[in-house]
């Protein structure tokens, strides 16, 4: 086996922090998503402050359940990870621009975990640099969608 060179591990972190546009996600062919790194600061913050928001009785030994995981993981991605799309569309054919609302509803409804996985996947691209897959530059779209972003009232899950 050859050695691993630093630059092969390295990742961006401002990449990270910021976020950055991701394509080439597998069946979601002309979709693009702008996301923060899994693991971003602002994201181990949200995750903490649930996890400990968590009853002790419910999280015996540090352990919290299946179902309060995948809670925490919606909120992180619904108000964290996820800042944008481009190339979703209506069933009639419109497009469909970003909304917080839709996002939250597309994260946690069981019919669209497709799109839930989508985020995890770009977001996990972003966070391991895997730099094929997004742009150099955030913010280097051709047209970002007029939906509204991050500083919108957070959800309650």
């Known amino acids: 086996m050859p050695p691993v060179k630093l630059s092969e591990?390295?990742?961006d972190p401002a990449k990270i922090e910021a976020g950055a546009w991701v394509d080439g996600i597998p069946e979601f062919e002309g979709v693009r998503l702008k996301v923060r790194g899994l693991g971003c600061k602002e994201m181990?913050?949200?995750q903490r402050s649930l996890f400990e928001a968590i009853p002790r009785s419910r999280r015996p030994k540090g352990k919290v359940s299946q179902e309060d995981q995948d809670r925490i993981l919606d909120r992180c991605l619904h108000e964290v990870v996820l800042l944008d799309w481009e190339g979703l569309q209506n069933d009639d054919d419109t497009p469909l621009a970003y909304d917080r609302a839709k996002a939250l509803t597309f994260i946690t409804d069981p019919a669209f975990k497709k799109f839930r996985e989508a985020v995890v996947w770009a977001a996990d691209t972003v966070a391991n640099d895997k730099a094929e897959a997004f742009?150099?530059?955030?913010g280097n779209s051709a047209a970002s969608s007029a939906g509204s972003s991050p500083g919108a009232p957070a959800s309650s899950i």
Do not use: D, R
Not at 135 to 138: F, R
């Open 135 to 138: 742009e150099a530059t955030v």
């Open 9 to 11: 591990i390295k990742v």
């Open 44 to 46: 181990q913050k949200l």
